[in-house]
């Protein structure tokens, strides 16, 4: 079975600055997804990144990067220039390839971008 | 569609009743999902289709629960004699047909309060 693990019940970053969301996973699938979702208050879950786990190059999107450490399964989310439109809660996810009928979440940390 | 949409958004039970809940996924996803997510929580899985086949209810948490997707398109969840424990946002996704493509994409939930 997978897990996925997400230390930080809470972080709050000041406007512009850079943050680091952790997850850990665990599992004994080699060809597997990892994404991060973004939950704000109005519920909708947003996909901010993906991450395959046969690249080793970590995936960038504009302001957000993640650092994919697959011996260690790692798999962290950096928020950089942080905006007040950051804050929300966010959750770290998994779906393996070969069974890729459902993602499997993390607890999610809730993020607080401050002015 | 734009997107994946779900009514209704929000959706008052007194214990015992039954309830509908409705999801209409992207136009041209073959694949639709639905989780639970607990208030403070990551989202759970409950079923998936694939088309109007329902091949994987293994997260449904009792047999008051169920589900269907009889033209491939629109679902629905379906509570019976609903429970506090009920109480929650569930929420439906949807995903394309194409190969190596895992993304789902989220509907904006229905929160379910039973009293």
């Known amino acids: 079975a997978q897990t996925v693990t997400q230390s930080q019940p809470e972080m709050s970053v000041q406007e512009a600055e850079t943050v680091t969301l952790s997850c850990t996973y665990d599992?004994?699938?080699?060809?597997?997804?990892l994404f991060w979702y973004k939950q704000p208050p109005s519920r909708q879950m947003i996909l901010v990144i993906r991450?395959?786990?046969?690249?080793?190059q970590n995936a960038t999107e504009n302001r957000f990067s993640v650092n994919f450490q697959k011996a260690a399964k790692s798999f962290s989310l950096k928020i950089s220039d942080s905006q007040l439109g950051d804050t929300a809660m966010y959750f770290c996810a998994f779906i393996a390839a070969e069974y890729g009928n459902k993602l499997v979440f993390g607890a999610g940390t809730i993020l607080r971008v401050k002015s | 569609g734009a997107g994946v949409s779900q009514s209704p958004r929000y959706k008052v039970a007194k214990r015992g009743q039954d309830v509908a809940l409705r999801c209409d996924p992207i136009s041209g996803h073959v694949s639709l999902f639905w989780y639970q997510q607990a208030l403070g929580q990551g989202p759970e899985f409950l079923t998936y289709?694939?088309?109007?086949?329902?091949?994987?209810k293994s997260g449904l948490p009792s047999d008051r629960f169920f589900a269907e997707r009889p033209e491939g398109s629109v679902s629905t969840l379906k509570i019976q004699r609903t429970q506090q424990e009920d109480s929650a946002v569930y929420l439906c996704?949807?995903?394309?047909?194409?190969?190596?493509?895992?993304?789902?994409?989220f509907g904006p939930g229905t929160r379910l309060t039973v009293t």
């Open positions: 996704a949807s995903k394309s047909g194409l190969a190596g493509v895992y993304e789902q994409y």
């Open positions: 599992t004994s699938e080699s060809n597997y997804y």
């Open positions: 289709f694939q088309n109007e086949a329902q091949l994987d």
């Open positions: 991450q395959e786990a046969y690249k080793q």
